[in-house]
């Protein structure tokens, strides 16, 4: 095996990326869900379960040491591993598999469309009239052969998570405050 150059670390000798802010802000709030989720299981369970120590299981539950948090005697868990994986991929098909597994379904939510204001009444027709074309789409499919067959079925998924989307980013506009009652741009 060759030996590496001054310019090579070995691979444990590698700095590990720091995550990034959003994916921080996320870690900083894990041990709080991991907590819930242990309670509900009970420690000593997950301990045996995972055949791991129940004082690891304790620490996954406290707030870990960080840079900002240096006298914390949490230990990351494997919900920040998580979290640290996908920021460094950005594979969706990692929470796609956490979704199945809870028995759902991962949709996006939409990006912001810059906008300062938005009309509340066409917002509103636009997300029913989706709302409408998407089950008219399931009624002309059964009524075709008296079934929803699969491709069908994977055409209204996809509907349907369009209209999530749209309906998050309606629920995101009223959060915002970007609604008025004329429909028109105001000048702030």
């Given at each position: 095996m060759p030996k590496p150059t001054s310019s090579e670390k070995p691979a444990a000798a590698q700095a590990v990326p720091e995550p990034s802010a959003d994916m921080q802000k996320w870690m900083d709030d894990t041990h709080r869900v991991l907590k819930a989720a242990v309670d509900r299981a009970g420690p000593k369970r997950v301990a045996r379960a995972l055949d791991i120590s129940l004082s690891l299981v304790y620490k996954w539950t406290q707030p870990a040491r960080s840079k900002a948090n240096p006298a914390a005697s949490g230990a990351r868990n494997p919900l920040d591993k998580l979290i640290a994986i996908f920021d460094l991929s950005q594979d969706l098909e990692l929470i796609h598999f956490l979704c199945r597994i809870a028995r759902g379904y991962y949709t996006p939510n939409p990006k912001p469309k810059g906008q300062t204001r938005?009309?509340?009444?066409?917002?509103?027709?636009?997300?029913?009239?989706?709302?409408?074309?998407?089950?008219?789409?399931?009624?002309?499919?059964?009524?075709?052969?008296?079934?929803?067959?699969?491709?069908?079925?994977?055409?209204?998924?996809?509907?349907?998570?369009?209209?999530?989307?749209?309906?998050?980013?309606?629920?995101?506009?009223?959060?915002?405050?970007?609604?008025?009652?004329?429909?028109?741009?105001?000048?702030?």
């Open positions: 938005v009309s509340f009444v066409s917002e509103t027709v636009n997300a029913l009239n989706d709302f409408a074309d998407m089950l008219q789409f399931a009624e002309k499919a059964l009524t075709n052969d008296g079934r929803i067959d699969p491709m069908e079925s994977a055409k209204l998924r996809g509907h349907w998570d369009q209209l999530k989307g749209r309906l998050e980013h309606f629920v995101l506009a009223c959060e915002e405050g970007k609604f008025n009652i004329a429909g028109k741009d105001e000048e702030e």
